[in-house]
């Protein structure tokens, strides 16, 4: 199967198959390139922002949901 027969059959997928897709396909390229080059701390990079920029770093917790599933449960929160 080539590339092209692999996205065309791709694009056909229902919405949420796709996003189930693409994270799993993510998550294997980072796995796959920590392997190869594990992260190096740049404190460097940080020491140039604003004390209360830096005081952010680390506050945001991403969800493993789905991004549909969480907006439409910000949405029922918001409206119910």
């Known amino acids: 199967m080539t ?6 059959q791709a694009l056909q997928l229902p919405i949420g198959d796709r ?14 390139t920590l392997v190869f080059s594990p992260p190096t701390p740049n404190v460097n990079s940080l020491t140039g922002l604003d004390p209360w920029t830096q005081s952010l770093i680390g506050v945001i917790q991403l969800d493993t949901e789905e991004p549909t599933e969480s907006y439409v449960d910000y949405l029922e929160e918001k409206y119910s």
């Open 19 to 32: 996003w189930r897709l693409v994270q799993s396909l993510l998550s294997s390229i980072q796995q796959e």
């Open 3 to 8: 590339l092209q027969e692999l996205q065309n």
